[in-house]
C-alpha cells in the first residue's frame, strides 16, 4: 500500500515540477572542468600582497611581474596627494632605490622599489587623478608594475598581518 502511496504522491510532484527541473542533470565536460580549476588556481595567486617598513605594497600580478603603490597608512600619513612623478617605461632600478616621487598637502615623498627589476608600466590615470592614491592607495591608486629580477626578495616582504603588527608598533 505504501509504495502504491509513494508512486502517486511522485507522480502529482513531478506533474507539478516544470520540465527543466524533472530533465536529468548532465556532467560538465572534463575540459570545461580543467579550465576553471586551472583559472580559479591562477586567480589565487594574483592576490598575494606583501608590504615594506617604507610603506609600500607588492602585489604578484604575473610570473615575475608586480604592481607596486602605496600602503593605506601611507596614504593617511601624506593626505591629499596632489602631484605623481614615475619614471619611464623600460627603466631598471637596484632594490632600496627610489624611483619616483609622491607630492601631497603636507609633504613630498620618494617611493621605492623594494626589489630590483624594470618598469613594465606605469599608471597613467594618475597623471590626470593622483588623489586616487590617496582615495584607493591599494585598488586604483597603484604607482607602477615592473617585472622583478629576483623572486625571493617577494618572500622576504611583510604579509598584511605582520604589516599591521610594524605598523602598531611604530605609532607607540
Not at 614615475?86 to 619616483?100: M, Y
Not at 588623489?131 to 617577494?154: H, I, N, R
Not at 616582504?157 to 611604530?170: A, G, H, I, P, T
Request: one cysteine or more.
Amino acid at each position: 500500500m505504501s509504495s502504491l502511496f509513494a508512486r502517486q504522491a511522485w507522480a502529482a510532484v513531478s506533474r507539478t515540477k516544470p520540465s527543466s527541473l524533472r530533465a536529468p542533470l548532465k556532467a560538465a565536460p572534463a575540459a570545461y572542468l580543467a579550465s576553471q580549476r586551472r583559472a580559479f588556481s591562477i586567480s589565487s595567486i594574483c592576490l598575494e600582497r606583501r608590504f615594506t617598513k617604507e610603506h609600500e605594497w607588492l602585489e604578484l600580478t604575473g610570473d615575475k611581474t608586480y604592481t607596486i603603490g602605496l600602503s593605506k597608512h601611507a596614504a593617511n600619513q601624506l593626505g591629499d596627494v596632489v602631484y605623481v612623478e614615475h619614471p619611464a617605461v623600460g627603466d631598471s632600478f637596484e632594490a632600496e632605490e627610489p624611483f619616483g616621487t609622491v607630492e601631497s598637502v603636507k609633504a613630498v615623498s620618494e617611493v621605492f622599489t623594494p626589489i630590483a627589476g624594470k618598469i613594465v608600466e606605469v599608471n597613467e590615470t594618475l597623471n590626470d587623478s593622483p588623489e586616487l592614491v590617496s582615495e584607493q592607495p591599494e585598488e586604483d591608486g597603484w604607482l607602477v608594475k615592473f617585472e622583478a629580477e629576483d623572486l625571493k626578495s617577494f618572500d622576504e616582504l611583510m604579509n598584511r598581518e605582520q604589516y599591521e603588527e610594524f605598523v602598531k608598533s611604530e605609532e607607540h
